[in-house]
């Protein structure tokens, strides 16, 4: 047999021993009572169980309350293998041990009063039956096999005669053990390791407890009795402690599989202290009852526990405290938990419960009055509020990403919820995952970023991610419990509670809730009655009140309950489809005014992720919910011309509420400041039909097709000076911001803005609108520069910036940049008069190159190839191939503005062969050349300055070369001009003979000594020296 260095053996009568036993040092009492037994033969004997404390037995054999740490380790593997078979292992090997306590007992009597008799029994029974997981039940059966059970076997024996010097070596066998079982002991030792709240001592490694508890049991009495009374308390109080902590750790990393078990075995533990803990915190015990109450983890249903700002351990830690500070004989303390100090857990000295003093739940007239404890609830405010602090600091994103998961935000946000056709499940559809938030969030949070590069716009996706998208889903989960009809009535008051809790916030962090950015909307929208709670959040405060007040629980109550809650739904849809609107608004301003837009379509991105799904549900198109798609969609620039993304917005969410509640959205501030009205019918449509041919984009085209109708709409208010509507309506629309937007790193942006400086178009368009600064008296003149800068100069650059960033991928991204610019060229069909495709069809007839379509019509020839090269640029496998199509409507464009100059020099030289007046084609004739002088430029220097100098406006005619020497110029851009060429041939050109005709090899001397009009007209700063600069720079 084994040996054992130290046994202490007392014999009524000696007889031989055949073994001389060792012990080595850490072996516990089973080894020492096989030993006694084979050495003794059953002779009463002295036992010493325990390493480092040791308690010494003074009467009878404990060899079968020792047997029992065996039975326990037996049991505990066989719960391994099911719940179940655990339990009858117990019943064959345990129970009977247990039921043998005497139900006198201080102890055992209020376990009975708090649980009934057969307390241990019912709940292995309860607990096999429970609607849990598997492993919650084998958590929840060991440890109340483990832990309550042994418990009771020790403390029945020295709670019945405290004196009794046999029982308490009954029990110290009971508490200490053998070295193959488990016990309470165990229990101890694994609670003071240093993983766990490090209260094991120093040297020998005993846990506080163990010590403390088997130095008592050495002195049998009354008061330490007591002292061990409490003591098995800290132990349980750690337990709590712990498993409190864990659950938010679980909840936090969204594992249901292991927050299931924690809650199973929290229970467990909980029910070892809760008679005691609730004796003296009737209303504490409730709470912690609340915390690992099974009901939250059916596992028929979805869970529901609730928690974030580790509120589980820190509403618990407070409750425990408080009980341990009762605890006065016990001798030692609890410890920290080891993880709380290493994750630098923190809990804030007052947490609120729902209960605070009057007033605190009480706005704009509505009070809620919570029932429960929802403390859990009223932190997810907290915990928001924590992490718009951290933005506003400029903390950074990988310390942010950390706290979004230890706030438990995470977990909340990747539960399974239940799985209602208007919630959870159609709002996973649409957004195409489970998880939708949080991947939304590790997008936003990755660093560095290449999805959202500009911080402040990624901060905006994240505040309004969580603030509003997840609160929400939190809200309408609650209520899906709250309407599920097998709860109790009290369980959908608490779900009622909750929702209100999360809605509301505390009173510090109010302004990080639903309830806040209802009040912000109603704000912007006129709909907050008071000045200061808008009347969409004041409704949805009233509904959650009246339907917490439903007391009953039959169908009817079901049925109230259930109208409240479509109010609160249908308030929520309000406050987003306001918060989508304003910022489709806000996106719209910035695009018109040349604004960065980014921020702004950020949040709209995230308010409409709160709604999308509804939106997309309704009687809203999908086309519409995709034209949506691409106002927010923050990897793309937004395309919006005369308040397109605003009005389809509007419409789309006026459908959406539908026309019984569209009065309340009300108006927006901004439409009724601007003035911002909409068009009955909106551009729309994924093709474009052409005369020429058709052009099919990959997306709704209406966005970039609302250019066409913002040109059209703007060119209508071209009147008289001094121009005021149409200048108006030029940057209204955003033509004049989308003209002057910075494309730095553009091949053709970076050409003109060499040229002619940044912002070149609107400056030439408000010079020639200014009565002090235009370049020429003539109205008629001044009308030319205003229409052809806007319709052709705006529209050219447009289109081949479009075009240029869909050369550099073959991505979506890119495939929508090529469809932009086609759908530039292309325009609508009632607004194709104002379009470049007018202006080649305009150039074909004057130059005879138009080619007959299909039905005969003749059509110009620039078109047919521009449209070939879209579709073949579109359908492009490569970049180079996109590129060459890129290269080949860039050189139409070029020929169409070629031919266009050299219609307006021919009219010059009519004008000085025929004396006429030539203001006005010369203006004409300007805002042409200006949309080509640059490529020109590149190629023929001498030539871009000679041209600038024909159509200079203070400059007189003076002779009728211009057709001719701009004819030569121009050829050197690659363009051919004459019978069977390229570019045709001019019709009615007053001086072809071209012959000995050449362009002067000095321009600018040339230009020197030419004439200029008597009548200078008041050029202005601005035109001047646009000019100036740019003749200049043709000189160098």
Request: glycine share 8%; proline share 3%; net charge negative.
């Amino acid at each position: 047999p084994p040996s054992i260095d130290t046994l202490t053996v007392s014999l009524a009568h000696r007889i031989p021993c055949p073994c001389t036993p060792t012990q080595p040092a850490g072996v516990k009492s089973a080894t020492l009572a096989l030993v006694i037994a084979a050495c003794l033969g059953g002779a009463h004997a002295q036992v010493t169980l325990g390493t480092t404390t040791t308690y010494t037995t003074t009467t009878g054999s404990v060899a079968t309350e020792l047997a029992v740490g065996t039975d326990l380790a037996d049991i505990k593997t066989e719960i391994a293998t099911s719940a179940s078979s655990g339990v009858s292992l117990y019943i064959t090997k345990v129970k009977n041990d247990f039921d043998l306590i005497s139900v006198s007992g201080t102890v055992m009597a209020k376990f009975i009063t708090e649980y009934g008799t057969d307390f241990v029994d019912s709940f292995l029974t309860s607990s096999l039956a429970a609607d849990v997981s598997e492993n919650a039940k084998k958590e929840m059966v060991e440890k109340t096999v483990m832990d309550m059970v042994v418990m009771h076997l020790v403390l029945g024996k020295i709670t019945i005669y405290p004196t009794t010097v046999a029982n308490w070596d009954s029990a110290a066998a009971y508490y200490i053990g053998n070295a193959d079982g488990f016990t309470t002991f165990d229990r101890a030792t694994k609670r003071a390791a240093a993983s766990d709240f490090g209260t094991a001592d120093a040297t020998t490694g005993e846990a506080a407890i163990n010590t403390a508890i088997i130095t008592a049991l050495n002195t049998p009495s009354t008061a330490n009795e007591a002292k061990i009374i409490e003591l098995f308390q800290v132990l349980y109080l750690q337990n709590v402690l712990k498993y409190a902590y864990e659950i938010d750790t679980e909840l936090a990393e969204g594992d249901v599989t292991e927050l299931e078990e924690v809650v199973g075995e929290g229970l467990a533990f909980w029910r070892v202290l809760k008679p005691w803990l609730k004796a003296r915190d009737t209303a504490g015990a409730a709470t912690l009852d609340g915390i690992f109450d099974i009901a939250n983890i059916p596992v028929s249903g979805k869970p529901t526990v609730q928690g974030a700002r580790h509120w589980n351990y820190c509403r618990a830690k407070p409750i425990v405290d408080a009980h341990m500070d009762s605890l006065t004989s016990a001798g030692v303390i609890i410890g920290t938990y080891a993880p709380v100090t290493a994750d630098g857990t923190t809990c804030p000295t007052v947490i609120p419960t729902g209960a605070e003093a009057a007033g605190a739940y009480t706005v704009g007239g509505v009070t809620y009055t919570f029932t429960n404890d929802v403390g859990a609830s009223l932190q997810f405010s907290e915990a928001i509020a924590d992490i718009k602090s951290m933005l506003t600091n400029g903390d950074s994103m990988a310390n942010v990403a950390a706290a979004y998961t230890n706030l438990g935000l995470r977990g909340l946000a990747d539960l399974p919820r239940i799985a209602d056709a208007d919630g959870y499940t159609l709002f996973n559809t649409e957004h195409g995952s489970v998880t939708w938030i949080s991947d939304l969030m590790d997008l936003a949070l990755a660093s560095p970023n290449t999805w959202v590069p500009k911080l402040s716009a990624r901060n905006e996706i994240i505040e309004k991610t969580l603030m509003d998208a997840l609160a929400v889903q939190c809200i309408h989960d609650d209520l899906a419990h709250a309407a599920t009809t097998a709860h109790s009535a009290a369980d959908k008051r608490l779900f009622f509670d909750h929702a209100a809790a999360k809605f509301l916030g505390t009173s510090t962090a109010r302004g990080s809730t639903v309830f806040a950015r209802g009040n912000k909307r109603g704000k912007n929208y006129g709909t907050a009655p008071d000045g200061i709670n808008s009347a969409a959040s004041l409704a949805i405060l009233t509904a959650l009140k009246t339907g917490a007040a439903v007391s009953g629980n039959l169908a009817a109550d079901d049925t109230a309950r259930a109208a409240q809650i479509a109010i609160v739904t249908r308030q929520i849809k309000i406050i987003y489809s306001q918060a989508t609107l304003r910022y489709a608004k806000l996106v719209n301003d910035d695009l018109a005014e040349n604004n960065p837009f980014a921020e702004h379509q950020a949040e709209g991105m995230a308010f409409f992720n709160v709604i999308r799904p509804w939106v997309k549900a309704s009687s809203v198109s999908d086309a519409t919910v995709a034209v949506l798609d691409q106002i927010f969609d923050v990897q793309t620039s937004p395309e919006s011309y005369d308040n397109f993304a605003y009005c389809v917005t509007k419409k789309a969410i006026d459908e959406f509420v539908g026309t019984e509640d569209v009065s309340l959205l009300g108006v927006l501030e901004d439409v009724t400041a601007d003035g911002t009205t909409c068009a009955a019918t909106l551009p729309s449509g994924t093709s474009i039909v052409t005369d020429t041919d058709t052009y099919s984009g990959a997306a709704d085209l209406g966005a970039s097709l609302s250019f066409s109708s913002a040109v059209m709409k703007t060119l209508d208010q071209l009147d008289e000076p001094p121009f005021t509507q149409v200048l108006a309506s030029f940057k209204s629309t955003g033509i004049s911001g989308a003209g002057d937007e910075a494309r730095v790193g553009e091949p053709v942006y970076d050409l003109f803005k060499a040229y002619f400086g940044a912002n070149w178009m609107t400056t030439y368009v408000t010079a020639a609108a200014d009565n002090e600064k235009t370049p020429t008296s003539s109205s008629a003149a001044r009308v030319e520069i205003i229409e052809k800068t806007i319709r052709d100069a705006v529209a050219t650059q447009l289109i081949l910036s479009d075009l240029y960033r869909g050369t550099l991928g073959l991505s979506d991204a890119h495939d929508k940049h090529w469809d932009h610019g086609a759908a530039k060229y292309l325009g609508t069909d009632g607004d194709r008069s104002v379009t470049v495709y007018n202006r080649a069809e305009k150039r074909a007839e004057n130059f005879g190159t138009l080619t007959d379509n299909t039905a005969g019509d003749p059509e110009a020839d620039a078109n047919y190839a521009v449209i070939a090269a879209l579709k073949a640029g579109k359908t492009a496998d490569t970049k180079a191939k996109r590129v060459a199509q890129y290269n080949v409507v860039k050189r139409q464009i070029q020929l169409v503005y070629s031919q266009c100059v050299l219609r307006y020099a021919n009219y010059l030289d009519a004008a000085f062969l025929d004396r006429t007046d030539y203001a006005e084609h010369q203006a004409e004739g300007q805002a042409f050349w200006r949309v080509i002088a640059p490529f020109v430029k590149q190629v023929n220097a001498n030539g871009a300055t000679f041209l600038t100098g024909v159509f200079d406006l203070s400059r007189e005619v003076s002779e009728h070369t211009h057709y001719c020497r701009a004819k030569t110029i121009l050829s050197d851009l690659g363009l051919a001009f004459g019978e069977d060429k390229e570019g045709g041939s001019l019709t009615g050109i007053r001086n072809d003979n071209c012959d000995g005709v050449e362009v002067p090899e000095d321009a600018t001397e040339y230009l020197a000594k030419a004439p200029s009009s008597g009548a200078a007209p008041k050029f202005g700063v601005a035109l001047a020296s646009v000019v100036a600069a740019a003749a200049l720079a043709l000189a160098l």
